[in-house]
C-alpha cells in the first residue's frame, strides 16, 4: 500500500500545486483580455480621429471650392457686364467717327462755315 500511498499523495500534492498555476494563468488571461480591450479602444479612438480629421480636410476643401466657384461666376458676371458696356461705347465710337456726324456737329454744335474745297489748277497736260 505504500507505493499505493505514495502514489496518491505525489497526485495530490501536483494537484495542490496545478490549483495556484491554473489561478496564475486565469489572471495572466484575464490581463490579456484586458490589453486587448484597452488596444482595441485605443485603435477605435485613432481610427475615429482619423476618420474625424479626413472629413473636416473634405468639408474644407468644399467650402474652398465653392467660394471659388462664388468668386468665378462673379467675375464672369463682371465680365458680361464689362463686354456690353465695350460693345456699346464701340458702336458710339463707330458712329462719332462718321464723317457726316463730324461735319454736323462742327457746323451746328461749333457754328463752323463751311467752305467750298479748295481747287488747285493742273497744268495743261493733267499733271
Known amino acids: 500500500m505504500s507505493a499505493v500511498q505514495q ?3 505525489t497526485r495530490r500534492e501536483a494537484w495542490g500545486q496545478a490549483a495556484p498555476m491554473r489561478e496564475r494563468d486565469a489572471r495572466e488571461a484575464n490581463r ?3 490589453r486587448r480591450r484597452l488596444w482595441n479602444r485605443a485603435t477605435f479612438a485613432i481610427c475615429c480621429l482619423v476618420s474625424f480629421a479626413a472629413v473636416w480636410w473634405v468639408a474644407a476643401k468644399g467650402a474652398q471650392i465653392y467660394e471659388l466657384n462664388d468668386e468665378h461666376a462673379k467675375l464672369q458676371a463682371a465680365i458680361a457686364s464689362q463686354q456690353a458696356i465695350n460693345a456699346n461705347l464701340e ?3 463707330s458712329e462719332l ?5 463730324i461735319l454736323y456737329v462742327a457746323i451746328n454744335k461749333l457754328h463752323m462755315v463751311y467752305k467750298n474745297p479748295v481747287m488747285i489748277p493742273t497744268q495743261g ?3
Open 7 to 9: 502514489e496518491l499523495r
Open 32 to 34: 490579456r483580455a484586458a
Open 91 to 93: 458702336t458710339q465710337v
Open 97 to 101: 467717327e462718321q464723317p457726316a456726324h
Open 125 to 127: 497736260n493733267g499733271e
